[in-house]
């Protein structure tokens, strides 16, 4: 499956399982603190059988694209947003799968870690969504701490108006879709208001702006 074709795919399962709100006199405050008209509900998306069989297919067919069959040997999901996904996605590729988190649940190197990995394992690093990575950058550093390396990232969808690409953990990041994809969709097929889309694209033309004008952060604080 190409690309774009996944792409489409992605997102026409996105709109219609309304995984997609659009909230613009309310604005959303992500994890991250960026202020966003939108919010991504994946697990809504992934709780619609055919939803998920499409976003399953498409990171297969992505995962293997990226890194290939013999490119990683351990899925870890991050915590929350991850988890489902990562656990559905290490059965589809027969590897042992964990658990990171970004605070250490024990003592030892392995504290982050729930599950067992072997050292040295190559990991498939999997979470749901990214905006600007910078969470990303804190589980990859856990698990190479815990004697791992981080092959990838995999997402089912980035924001792709933030992009920082984790460079520190030596791990390049690529997802299903961004919002681009949505807006593309969307407008083909007249799945979301006009006025909703018109403020979705003035938003994501200067997202920083957008965030700093409507409550949120006006720059991340790449420390994290």
Known sequence: MERDAIARRTAQALLDTRAILLRPDRPFMLSSG?????????????????????????????ILAEVGHAGFDAVAATEQGGIALGAMLAERFHQP???????????????????????????????????????????????????MEVARIFVLFKWGIFDRVVTDAGAGLFALADWNDVVREAESRGALPAADLAELRRYLADPVAWSAAHGGIAAPDWKE
Do not use: M, N
């Not at 960026?34 to 939803?51: E, G, H």
């Not at 970004?102 to 003592?107: L, P, V």
């Not at 498939?124 to 701490?145: F, H, I, P, Q």
């Open 34 to 62: 960026w202020a966003a008209p939108v919010y991504l509900d994946i697990p809504r998306a992934l709780s619609f059988p055919l939803a998920r069989r499409a976003l399953l297919e498409g990171a297969e067919a992505r």
């Open 97 to 147: 799968f964990a658990v990171v988190r970004r605070r250490a649940q024990g003592f030892g190197a392995d504290a982050h870690i729930e599950g067992a990995l072997r050292p040295g394992s190559r990991v498939l690093l999997v979470s749901d969504v990214t905006t600007d990575g910078r969470s990303k950058g804190a589980y990859c550093r856990a698990l190479e701490r815990a004697g």
